[in-house]
């Protein structure tokens, strides 16, 4: 299917530290799209990297992706308390974007 | 740019009772998808339109749910009857081809 799986589900972590959260998806894609979910609000995109490009930096974001492997990798650098929420991937081939569970994400002060 | 923009945010009904939520877009996006959210289930994607025409309603899970988008700045999804199963948050997005989703800030559909 097209949908992205999100790996860890949940992951905590000390306010400072890095958090890495992973991606892996099916089908052939033309862009993967990473989008943040704070509770009880609409999701918010990220960061988009297309298909040609293998990492893409946005402040403290970096995305990597490996068309190869079908996978990708979210990277929050010096995470902040207001880093907590739900973090999902998307990978877009068709228009359609299908979320997985996401990666629930708790930056602990 | 007011964003996409849903109504009403909160809905309480009765089981039975007819239910329609609204979006407007975002004007240029000629993408449009309804999702609906749910501890259980997480976010799944209803249908979704490309300038005004459905193009894939296979998440759409049962005949009581429908959806239109008589034109490009307007889009409904109605229930009818509701059920309290139906209890979700759900959400519009609008898009241009192959960018980034913008998302509203969802209807809170209570069902009792």
């Known amino acids: 299917s097209q949908q992205g799986e999100e790996d860890p589900q949940a992951l905590s972590i000390q306010e400072g530290e890095n958090a890495t959260m992973n991606c892996s998806y099916k089908?052939?894609?033309?862009?993967l799209q990473w989008y943040r979910q704070n509770s009880g609000r609409g999701l918010v995109h990220l960061i988009l990297?297309?298909?040609?490009?293998r990492e893409k930096h946005s402040g403290r974001l970096r995305v990597t992706l490996d068309t190869s492997k079908k996978s990708s990798s979210l990277l929050i650098t010096a995470s902040r308390a207001a880093d907590t929420a739900s973090y999902f991937c998307?990978?877009?081939?068709?228009?359609?974007?299908?979320f997985g569970q996401g990666t629930r994400l708790t930056i602990n002060p | 740019d007011a964003g996409v923009i849903q109504s009403p945010r909160h809905e309480v009904t009765e089981m039975g009772q007819e239910v329609t939520l609204r979006c407007k877009p975002i004007?240029?996006?000629?993408?449009l998808f309804w999702y609906r959210q749910t501890m259980m289930r997480g976010l799944e994607l209803l249908i979704y339109f490309n300038n005004n025409v459905p193009i894939d309603d296979s998440g759409m899970p049962e005949d009581r749910f429908s959806a239109k988008m008589p034109n490009a700045s307007f889009s409904t999804l109605k229930i009818q009857p509701s059920e309290p199963r139906d209890s979700a948050v759900y959400f519009c997005?609008?898009?241009?081809?192959?960018?980034?989703?913008?998302f509203g800030n969802g209807t809170r559909l209570t069902v009792t």
């Open positions: 997005a609008s898009s241009r081809q192959d960018s980034p989703l913008h």
């Open positions: 004007s240029g996006h000629d993408y």
């Open positions: 089908t052939s894609i033309n862009n």
């Open positions: 998307a990978p877009r081939g068709a228009q359609k974007l299908v």
């Open positions: 990297i297309r298909s040609n490009e």
